[in-house]
């Protein structure tokens, strides 16, 4: 499956952004979604995750209270909506998408898009 990350940008601390991921290649549905991100100098780190069904997420306790991720199974399209984004959320962030697991760990991606830089000025 190829996957393609779009919506990142600069904002003001605060601010939103909706990241997408939209998908094409295989069966999207057979998929759970990831988001990951990679500041500079930090290694690539779980934002979340939705399952196959979009019935349940997973986020990283960083941004449980700020983000929500959802999909659109018939448009093959995964969304982050990202709200009171903070300096900390500065980072390329990049959907991946994984057959077997829940899409919460890095090492069990098996498809990656290119990422989108999100840039957060404070």
């Known amino acids: 499956v190829q996957l393609q990350a779009s919506g990142g940008g600069l904002v003001q601390a605060g601010g939103s952004l909706r990241l997408s991921c939209a998908a094409s290649g295989r069966t999207f549905s057979n998929y759970a979604i990831g988001w990951f991100r990679q500041a500079p100098g930090k290694e690539r780190e779980f934002v979340a995750a939705v399952s196959r069904s979009g019935r349940t997420t997973f986020y990283t306790d960083s941004v449980k209270d700020r983000f929500a991720i959802s999909r659109f199974n018939p448009r093959n399209t995964v969304y982050l909506q990202m709200n009171g984004l903070e300096p900390e959320d500065t980072a390329v962030y990049y959907c991946?998408?994984?057959?077997?697991?829940?899409?919460?760990?890095?090492?069990?991606?098996?498809?990656w898009g290119k990422g989108t830089q999100v840039t957060v000025s404070s």
């Open positions: 991946a998408a994984d057959s077997e697991g829940s899409a919460r760990y890095y090492n069990g991606m098996e498809y």
